[in-house]
């Protein structure tokens, strides 16, 4: 999810040199246009958008990934994103 603390997670993260966005992930379009407007306004950076976490876990140039969804979500997200390969930081 794109909203409160996982946006605040990965545009701090945004703050490093060697952090890209490459892409994004929100059930919620208008959510996901949003927030990957602000990512290219404050960052230059214009990352793929996804509305199925499944989807972006397919792609190969992403190391790791910000769970930024409801808690009862977590587990799954967190599952699938280390069987994708994918470093995770998730919150409890």
């Known amino acids: 999810g794109c909203n409160n603390m ?3 997670v990965l545009k701090h993260a945004l703050g ?4 890209t966005c490459v892409a994004l992930c929100d059930i919620d ?6 927030k990957s407007a602000q990512i290219e306004k404050d960052f230059g950076q214009k990352p793929t958008l ?3 976490f499944r ?3 397919e792609q ?5 990934v910000f769970i930024g969804s409801p808690d009862h979500w977590h587990c799954l997200h967190y599952v699938y994103a280390l069987q994708a390969g994918k ?6």
């Open 29 to 34: 379009e208008n959510v996901l246009r949003e």
């Open 16 to 19: 490093f040199d060697d952090v």
């Open 6 to 8: 996982g946006f605040g």
């Open 50 to 52: 996804y509305s199925d």
């Open 60 to 64: 190969k140039d992403i190391d790791a």
């Open 87 to 92: 470093d995770v930081y998730v919150e409890k």
């Open 55 to 57: 989807k972006l876990l």
